[in-house]
């Protein structure tokens, strides 16, 4: 098992640039999380997909952030236009439906907008 | 509005000691609990799962603690080693989700050898 792919692990883009951030999540697993990590506000969820559809968006800080999961093996997150303010390092997580639900994450990408 | 804190932020201890790490919750009425460990520029890794009902679970050097009705959880490590070194996270679900989870700002500790 690879566990949660995130691309890229680094990304550094100028203001005003489109950004976009992959993940993989782990075969067989029908959740998928989008996470945001800063030092001021901590960890904080930006969406929730549960089978490819979006259930929870509340997170999203404003209409420049979008994430699409076309299929159970491939999600996305965009910034456009990307802002300094959004330079933070961005987490993919998934899990199965189960007794537990225990939540796997992946390394993250490291996104600083200059 | 779920609020987690954990304390100490850091905390610094010399190879072989047994310590705790402590995390509160505002809302008792939580799904399950999770302790994680993050090392520097890398992801989470979930170290501990604990369910609601449950009152504990262990895992090698680790035993993790839930007082649901205190909105305490404690994570304790036995005989600590400097590979031990990481930022340790407590999250907790809750709100009337099973997946929304609420995470600490972390506990740093530093195990010196």
């Known amino acids: 098992d690879a566990g949660v792919i995130q691309s890229p692990r680094h990304e550094v883009t100028e203001m005003g640039q489109e950004v976009t951030l992959r993940c993989k999540p782990i075969?067989?697993?029908?959740?998928l999380f989008w996470y945001r990590q800063t030092m001021m506000r901590g960890l904080e969820l930006l969406i929730y997909f549960n089978n490819n559809v979006p259930i929870d968006d509340s997170g999203m800080p404003e209409d420049r952030f979008s994430a699409k999961m076309p299929n159970a093996s491939f999600s996305t997150l965009k910034i456009q236009p990307s802002e300094p303010r959004d330079s933070a390092v961005y987490f993919c997580?998934?899990?199965?439906?189960?007794?537990?639900?225990?939540?796997?994450f992946g390394p993250g990408t490291r996104l600083t907008v200059t | 509005k779920q609020e987690v804190t954990q304390i100490p932020a850091a905390l610094s201890v010399p190879e072989g000691e047994n310590l705790v790490l402590n995390c509160s919750f505002t809302?008792?009425?939580?799904?399950?609990l999770q302790w994680f460990r993050q090392d520097p520029g890398k992801g989470l890794t979930s170290l501990l799962l604990i369910q609601s009902s449950q009152r504990e679970q262990t895992s090698g050097r680790l035993n993790a603690s839930l007082d649901k009705s205190s909105g305490r959880s404690t994570l304790y490590i036995a005989a600590s080693q400097p590979g031990d070194s990481a930022t340790y996270l407590c999250?907790?679900?809750?709100?009337?989700?099973?997946?929304?989870?609420?995470f600490g700002k972390g506990t740093l500790l530093t195990v010196n050898p």
């Open positions: 809302d008792s009425a939580i799904y399950n």
């Open positions: 075969s067989g697993h029908n959740s």
């Open positions: 997580a998934s899990r199965t439906a189960g007794l537990t639900y225990e939540q796997y």
């Open positions: 999250a907790v679900s809750s709100g009337g989700s099973n997946y929304k989870l609420t």
